[in-house]
């Protein structure tokens, strides 16, 4: 299906998509609260959450940008350019998981589906490494 709006209109509409303080972000923030963990550090890897103290950072990874198995569509336009874009998202996580970890930080990354669908069983995780990294 064509797009329905013209190249130009449609850079204007994607300008304006948010990469800070999206909705999931916010509410996942609520989710962590009592665990002191700073939203968007100044970490390698831009991690969305860090607890510098135990050395445990968090990443939402959206189902689009980071080609969740489950609920990724490929755009229908530009297809090339967007396979491009999202390979490198998922390549560039790698990469920042292994050198995070290399620099002895636990990380944790979280599908967008599973905070809105199982927020307890993300905090459970959380709260089972934050209790391990205490140890």
Request: include cysteine; proline fraction near 4%; glycine fraction near 2%.
């Amino acid at each position: 299906m064509p797009d329905i709006f013209s190249k130009k209109k449609r850079s204007q509409i994607m300008s304006k998509v948010k990469s800070k303080e999206t909705k999931l972000e916010l509410c996942f923030k609520k989710l962590l609260k009592g665990y002191r963990f700073h939203y968007q550090p100044k970490i390698f890897g831009k991690p969305d959450f860090a607890l510098k103290k135990l050395k445990i950072v968090i990443f939402i990874d959206s189902c689009f940008w980071h080609k969740c198995p489950k609920h990724f569509k490929k755009p229908n336009s530009n297809i090339f350019y967007w396979k491009l874009k999202i390979n490198r998202n998922v390549e560039r996580a790698k990469e920042v998981n292994k050198q995070l970890k290399k620099d002895g930080w636990k990380v944790i990354r979280f599908w967008e589906h599973d905070i809105l669908k199982i927020p307890a069983k993300c905090v459970n995780k959380i709260k089972k490494v934050y209790e391990e990294r205490q140890n």
